[in-house]
């Protein structure tokens, strides 16, 4: 069965200070990965994905991921975090063909302080 | 970019009404639109699939009787929330999968907040 850990339910960062938000799946076959932003009140906005191409992905806002099958994950980071990043932030992972299903994880609420 | 829009945003209503919740892909056409469901604080848990022209397919455990699901068109999918009681309050989003050649995308609605007293 296919399932996504996020690590960290809370992640707290100065300004200007590194985000990395952990993410973990398991799959029995090769996943597509995402990575989804959801402020307040909102639907979700996708932030990047990875689908079998290159293993390190840029995505919107300065955000990347890096996917790595030996450890089965797929970090989000963004080398100096802004104000305007405090969201909720899910990742996502999907099979055969990408967008059939998503199994969503259980999302991290980064804080970003002065 | 593609747009999916929701209405209504939000919706309160007593328990034991019937709510419609619209999801409508605005500049292209969903063959195949998603319906999830996010309490507060969690995070979002798939009910089902609509497939334009075609049954529902719903995920393990959600009623079907009780969430209608209507893709009578492709650009409208529909979800009502028959006789809804209080624990059916929720932030209900809904998704459209666009295709461009061999390119699919997957894009999300504002949702809409139901409020069941």
């Known amino acids: 069965a296919q399932s996504v850990t996020q690590l960290g339910s809370h992640v707290s960062v100065s300004e200007g200070a590194l985000v990395l938000l952990r993410c973990n799946y398991s799959?029995?076959?090769?996943?597509?990965l995402f990575w989804y932003v959801q402020y307040p009140n909102q639907g979700l906005q996708l932030l990047l994905k990875?689908?079998?191409?290159?293993?390190l992905v840029k995505g919107i806002n300065g955000f990347e991921a890096e996917f790595k099958k030996s450890e089965t994950s797929f970090h989000l980071t963004k080398p100096s975090a802004h104000m305007s990043d405090a969201a909720e932030y899910f990742c996502a992972v999907s099979f055969s063909g990408g967008y059939n299903k998503l199994i969503f994880g259980a999302g991290t609420r980064l804080a970003v302080h002065p | 970019g593609a747009v999916v829009s929701q209405h209504p945003s939000r919706v309160i209503c007593k328990s034991g009404t019937s709510v419609k919740i619209e999801c409508r892909s605005l500049d292209f056409q969903a063959t195949t639109m998603f319906w999830y469901r996010q309490f507060p604080k969690q995070s979002l848990m798939l009910m089902a699939t609509s497939n334009e022209g075609s049954k529902a397919t719903y995920e393990q455990g959600v009623e079907k009787d009780k969430f209608l699901i209507n893709h009578a068109s492709l650009t409208l999918s529909t979800l009502t929330v028959t006789s809804a009681h209080p624990e059916d309050s929720s932030f209900y989003i809904c998704?459209?999968?666009?295709?461009?050649?061999?390119?699919?995308?997957?894009?999300f609605g504002p949702g809409t907040r139901l409020l069941v007293l």
């Open positions: 990875y689908t079998s191409a290159a293993t």
């Open positions: 998704s459209a999968r666009a295709r461009q050649g061999r390119r699919e995308t997957q894009y």
């Open positions: 799959s029995s076959v090769p996943p597509y």
